[in-house]
């Protein structure tokens, strides 16, 4: 061993003990052996971490893995649809159809635009349309031009195409002289692999732009259900589009709630759905007009966000139906309906909260005592999140109070008006921290000085620390 030692007390010992489980030829410095011992090291490190258990993937981590999962099963939708290929022929316009089999609904407005756009500005490639035998037992597989056929993609372009060959003037058009559009065929005749080949084709040709919405989803579930005993079935067809369209978790369960509606339901939830697209319900006032202007005027759609979807998936669908014929006429919001459902569903997390705290068996118990107290007004403005500083939620130190006799003395007026002060609070040391400029900051500096002076001279309420907490651990041990 060749050695140019340059090292002295614990370095020498370390180079030493590497060097002798490493039977090389060494001509190193310093550095180079902190470089093997690293290496080592990092080795190690990589064998030990094998054994460790895998961390929770993240959302977009889960969306991606289930997306790769759906593309690479042998058994999937979409390995199906790259076996059924029969090949490509140009086919008359007249032995063409849109697909009935297909549960998205047509947008007649979209079909207008379409065939204005064509008359304007032509583009040849984007009219090539997927489609399936009309007919499968009577399919020729050598005269492809002879058969008729289904549109699945391309179904807008068709009617396009055919509101302009009414008009005699599709044949005006380059390369459709012949009266003949060039098609892809496809095999497939399950209603499944229909529906998929239509999301699957929007949502190549989007390119990340108007790619199919969770409105599509819904669609294509309503459609199944109408036609499919075994909602299980039905189910996980809807599933593999939601994974392969990369759709949240929560997106997927509120489909699985929809899947639970009954069918009558379901169409005017779809009826719904297809309005509030096209800014025809209360929900597109005339603010919401007004942002939206241009995406009015190139014709895309008005999609619910996933908030607004999820919670609507949430509610009962007897209390949807009551309400159904209320929002399409446009007496009531889509939003102010899914609103005021999960008003009524918070509100019973927070009375069984109180039952809880107050040891009762249920709710009318609790108001038979304090009548005055926990109205639904009342519960509906206690927050059940903890405040700033605190270490019960507001809701936890009403119940308290009430109970343990600290605030009987006082009204309920003054108890929600401590509560309110605890909320302007936090808003206030919120946007203390956030402001830029110094003298703002010492404006809201004095505000909060200001309410902190009030709230000890309302109700023993206003103590948000010590006090209610051991009160809350001797009600809710």
């Known amino acids: 061993m060749t050695t140019r030692l340059m090292m002295k007390g614990p370095s020498l010992n370390a180079f030493l003990s590497v060097a002798r489980k490493c039977p090389t030829v060494v001509t190193t410095s310093f550095s180079d ?34 997306f790769k999962l759906e593309v690479s099963d042998p058994e999937g939708v979409e390995h199906a649809v790259a076996t059924t290929g029969k090949g490509r022929a140009d086919i008359p316009i007249d032995h063409l159809a849109v697909c009935e089999r297909v549960h998205l609904p047509i947008d007649e407005g979209k079909v207008r635009q379409l065939a204005l756009g064509m008359i304007e500005r032509f583009e040849p490639t984007s009219i090539y349309l997927t489609v399936v035998p009309a007919v499968q037992e009577d399919f020729d597989p050598i005269n492809l031009e002879r058969n008729r056929y289904e549109v699945v993609h391309g179904r807008h372009r068709l009617s ?11 044949t005006s058009l380059p390369t459709l002289e012949g009266g003949t559009v060039t098609c892809y065929i496809l095999g497939m005749s399950d209603e499944i692999g229909l ?6 084709g929007n949502d190549l040709a989007a390119k990340m732009v108007n790619k199919p919405s969770i409105h599509d989803l819904f669609y294509t579930l309503q459609g199944l259900s109408q036609i499919y005993s075994d909602q299980e079935l039905v189910m996980k067809a809807i599933t593999r589009y939601a994974n392969l369209q990369k759709c949240s978790d929560a ?46 005027k190139e014709g895309k759609k008005f999609i619910c966000s996933s908030e607004l979807f999820i919670g609507l998936a949430r509610m009962p669908f007897n209390s ?5 014929e209320d929002i399409l006429s446009e007496k009531l919001s889509l939003k102010e309906v899914v609103k005021s459902n999960n008003l009524k569903l918070e509100r019973k997390k927070k009375e069984a909260k109180i039952v809880e705290l107050a040891g009762f068996t249920s709710m009318e118990n609790v108001r038979s005592l304090y009548p005055e107290k926990f109205t639904e007004d009342v519960i509906d403005k206690l927050p059940v999140q903890p405040q700033a500083l605190s270490s019960a939620s507001s809701l936890e130190k009403y119940t308290v109070c009430v109970f343990k006799g600290d605030t009987d003395t006082q009204s309920t007026a003054k108890e929600l008006e401590v ?3 605890e909320q302007d609070l936090d808003e206030l040391r919120t946007l203390c921290v956030r402001a830029r400029r110094k003298n703002v900051r010492e404006l809201l500096k004095q505000d909060i000085s200001s309410v902190q002076a009030k709230l000890p001279t309302l109700n023993p309420a206003a103590k948000v620390s010590d006090p209610y907490a051991s009160q809350l651990m001797r009600a809710n041990p």
């Open 419 to 421: 509560i309110d002060l």
């Open 33 to 66: 052996a902190v470089d093997i011992i690293a290496d080592k090291t990092k080795r190690k490190r990589k064998s030990e971490s094998k054994n460790q258990p895998s961390k929770r993937l993240k959302k977009p981590e889960r969306i991606e893995k289930y």
């Open 251 to 296: 997106q997927k369960a509120a489909l699985r709630s929809f899947s639970k509606w009954s069918k009558d339901a379901l169409k005017k939830a779809k009826d719904v759905l297809v309005k509030y697209e096209r800014f025809q319900l209360k929900d597109a006032d005339d603010a919401v007009m007004k942002k939206h202007a241009r995406e009015i």
């Open 195 to 200: 529906n998929y080949l239509t999301l699957r």
């Open 160 to 170: 396009a195409l055919k509101f302009l060959h009414q008009e005699g003037r599709m």
């Open 320 to 324: 949807f139906e009551e309400n159904a």
